[in-house]
């Protein structure tokens, strides 16, 4: 596996050098398109680079791509505590991320012997609103915020704590942990900071410090909100890095918007356009279309990544080499299992783990034919705390 990241370093290394050279000689004849639209300024190309920052960079997207970590997760806690129900409130089940945490959930409860349902919030204020009243009328013994703002729903979540029914949220804020405004038992997330980091740090290693990069995100959700702007501080790391664009399409949208932005984009920047960033994976599949139709082949440029979720529909462009490169992907069905053990523990008057899953990069170089982020040791760990 080193060396074949090795190999494929210098595959990217070699192609960027000849795109780099080519953006630069357009943006020459262009006159340096001055008056275009740039969020930060600045040469295209400036001779220097950053050497340590993508010294840095490359060392840490090395880190990251390696797949056989052993489990770090707990290794105590109470046993199972029976006869419970869960009721999973999604902001939207078209979003891949919310889907495989909530699938996760599932597969953990059929183990530990609780049941679940799913209600959609649709993806909409008024929806996922009405989605987390249903769920409360309910009155289940446990309600997970699936994907967004709980301060979105401040009556509903006053009415749960009211009734003493524990919340655990999946990306509702933007940190993982406990919190007491608004009330959660835990937030289940990766590090916002590490997936931000890594994102632009692969852009930076990928492009020897001279990218042109597109960052679209979803300004609706708190948590996805702070991670393109956490982003966007990493791609500043490197001066020659350029941020083209700054993408506001909320994922609720993203089928019917992303085409239309993307073939502006590209009538924009033209070559000047090399590397992607997005807080989903699902904006490069809406991509696709505008890119086919603009002569873009798949294996790019630009070269795409996606800073979450790593659904089975990312791990497959990026290994079919169509639009998408890289994805940071969540261990989605891990995270639906600590979901279920979180719930456990504040069932039993246990505090929470604590436990927040390290960060993973997957290219077509560590991916092979998987199509999610499914590490190695979770289940068996959860089980014997369980014991089941």
Same mark, same amino acid.
């Given at each position: 596996?080193?060396?074949?990241?090795?190999a494929?370093?210098?595959?990217v290394?070699?192609?960027?050098?000849?795109?780099?050279?080519l953006?630069?000689?357009?943006?020459?004849l262009?006159?340096?398109?001055r008056?275009?639209p740039?969020?930060?300024?600045?040469?295209?190309?400036?001779?220097?680079g950053?050497?340590?920052?993508q010294?840095?960079?490359?060392a840490a997207?090395e880190?990251?791509?390696k797949?056989d970590?052993?489990?770090?997760?707990?290794?105590?806690?109470?046993?199972a505590?029976?006869?419970?129900?869960?009721v999973?409130?999604?902001?939207?089940?078209?979003?891949?991320?919310?889907?495989?945490a909530?699938?996760g959930?599932?597969?953990?409860?059929?183990?530990?012997?609780?049941?679940?349902?799913?209600?959609?919030?649709?993806?909409?204020?008024?929806?996922?609103q009405?989605?987390?009243s249903?769920a409360?009328?309910?009155?289940p013994?446990?309600i997970?915020?699936?994907?967004f703002?709980?301060?979105?729903?401040?009556?509903?979540?006053?009415?749960a704590?009211a009734?003493?029914?524990?919340l655990?949220?999946?990306?509702?804020l933007a940190?993982?942990?406990?919190?007491? #405004?608004p009330?959660?038992?835990?937030n289940?997330t990766?590090?916002?900071?590490?997936?931000?980091?890594?994102?632009?740090?692969?852009?930076?290693?990928?492009?020897a410090?001279?990218?042109?990069?597109?960052?679209?995100?979803?300004?609706?959700?708190?948590?996805?909100?702070d991670?393109?702007?956490?982003?966007?501080?990493?791609?500043a790391?490197?001066?020659s890095?350029?941020?083209?664009?700054y993408?506001n399409?909320?994922i609720a949208?993203a089928?019917?918007?992303?085409?239309r932005?993307?073939s502006?984009?590209?009538?924009?920047?033209?070559?000047?356009?090399?590397?992607?960033?997005?807080?989903?994976d699902?904006?490069?599949?809406?991509?696709?279309?505008?890119? #086919?139709?603009?002569?873009?082949?798949g294996?790019?440029?630009p070269?795409?990544i996606?800073?979450?979720?790593?659904d089975p529909?990312?791990?497959?462009?990026?290994?079919?080499?169509?639009?998408?490169?890289?994805?940071?992907?969540?261990?989605?069905?891990?995270q639906?299992?600590? =979901?279920?053990?979180?719930?456990?523990r504040?069932?039993?008057?246990r505090?929470?783990?604590g436990?927040v899953?390290?960060?993973?990069l997957?290219?077509?170089?560590?991916s092979?034919t998987?199509?999610?982020?499914d590490?190695?040791?979770? #289940?068996?760990?959860?089980?014997? =705390?369980?014991?089941?």
């Amino acid at each position: 596996m080193p060396g074949t990241r090795k190999a494929a370093h210098g595959r990217v290394t070699a192609r960027y050098t000849a795109a780099a050279l080519l953006a630069a000689a357009a943006a020459t004849l262009a006159g340096c398109d001055r008056g275009s639209p740039d969020v930060r300024g600045g040469s295209d190309t400036g001779p220097a680079g950053c050497p340590a920052v993508q010294t840095k960079a490359r060392a840490a997207v090395e880190q990251a791509e390696k797949a056989d970590m052993p489990w770090d997760g707990p290794t105590n806690g109470p046993r199972a505590v029976s006869g419970k129900d869960i009721v999973f409130v999604a902001q939207t089940m078209t979003n891949p991320g919310v889907a495989g945490a909530a699938k996760g959930v599932r597969e953990a409860a059929r183990v530990i012997g609780w049941k679940v349902r799913v209600i959609d919030g649709g993806g909409t204020p008024a929806g996922i609103q009405a989605a987390m009243s249903q769920a409360v009328t309910l009155s289940p013994s446990g309600i997970v915020i699936g994907g967004f703002d709980p301060n979105a729903t401040s009556q509903q979540v006053a009415r749960a704590a009211a009734q003493r029914i524990p919340l655990v949220g999946w990306h509702a804020l933007a940190a993982p942990g406990p919190s007491r #405004r608004p009330p959660l038992f835990t937030n289940v997330t990766t590090r916002v900071e590490d997936v931000a980091a890594i994102s632009g740090q692969w852009i930076i290693s990928d492009s020897a410090g001279h990218a042109g990069a597109v960052l679209i995100t979803d300004a609706s959700i708190p948590f996805a909100r702070d991670k393109s702007e956490l982003i966007r501080k990493q791609l500043a790391t490197c001066p020659s890095v350029r941020l083209l664009a700054y993408e506001n399409i909320p994922i609720a949208d993203a089928s019917s918007r992303t085409p239309r932005e993307v073939s502006s984009l590209l009538s924009r920047f033209g070559s000047r356009w090399t590397h992607s960033v997005a807080i989903n994976d699902l904006y490069f599949a809406d991509a696709a279309p505008a890119f #086919r139709a603009a002569g873009r082949k798949g294996s790019g440029p630009p070269f795409n990544i996606g800073a979450g979720d790593g659904d089975p529909s990312a791990f497959q462009r990026i290994e079919t080499r169509q639009y998408q490169a890289a994805t940071v992907p969540e261990p989605l069905s891990l995270q639906g299992w600590q =979901i279920v053990d979180e719930f456990n523990r504040a069932y039993a008057g246990r505090p929470a783990s604590g436990y927040v899953a390290p960060v993973h990069l997957a290219t077509a170089a560590n991916s092979g034919t998987t199509t999610t982020w499914d590490p190695p040791g979770y #289940r068996e760990g959860y089980r014997r =705390i369980w014991g089941r």
